[in-house]
């Protein structure tokens, strides 16, 4: 990776982050908790979320219309903060933006093989990262002696964004434990999805949630794989994967510049994206506008 000497202007632009719809702010809000000085600029594509059902090709060219988007708007970095995404357009996006971009599988795979210990780890993620294999790879890459077990779960971001839409009922129930979603249907929904991984992987240790909306049902997937097993995720290693490559690059911002962070979703339904979106980023968004699926077209 290229190392710059930039302005301090030039490091006080926002970091982009994109995702389909809610789930990336989970990762955004990790990078606001470590790295406070930084600004956001968060893109949501939920008019077509979700992603993981859709086939690679279409997902690739919604990622380079997202990056192309994000860069016109001065990020100095991008963070493809959704699974799917990074399964089917990071290595294109890395070679035609003009900004690094960094996705969430690498990180994810590498918080896998911190914790595994029987070396048998679960991939909890939507049937197109699965069927991409690309988790698979991240994680024999690191340590080829690993077994992996792929679960699909088709139905879980459209679970977690329909309770989000219409659930605000549901966040004071966040705040005091986190398992907002722990309904009798919804835990029998995630119970019936992990049949196939229980049976697979006898002594799988470690599940890693590869999608960024599934931390928001992670009490009812800890609740299916008992106590034995544990539930990692990605937001926490890409962020320091984040901060490291802008300190190598000299690119953090400013210690006494406010950070601004921004909001950009295709919904058409702005607060029902402002309601959902401050629950899981866990600061009110403040700044949000609508861009249009003809806009993100031109890109
Ligand atoms: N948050 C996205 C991911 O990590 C959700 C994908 C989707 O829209 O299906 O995979």
Redesign the pocket.
Known sequence: MEFVNASAADNNRPIGVF???L??LTVARAIATTLPHESIYYLGDTKR????VRTEDEVRSFVLQAGRWLSEHNIKIMIIA???ATAAGLKVAQQVLPVPVIGVIAPGARAAINSTRTRKVGVL??PL?VRTGAYTRAIKTLDAGVSVYGCPAPSF?EIVENELATGAHLQERWLQNGDVFDTPETCEEVARTLVPLMEAGAEVDTVVLG???FPLLAGPIRKALGPGVRVVSSAEETTSELADILRRREQLADEDVAPQHRFATTSDNIAEFAAAGSFIFGQPLKSIEHVSLDELGRY
Do not use: L
């Open positions: 995702d389909s719809g789930g990336g979320c979700p992603y993981g959704c699974n799917t993620a939507t990262t971001v999608c960024t909306h």
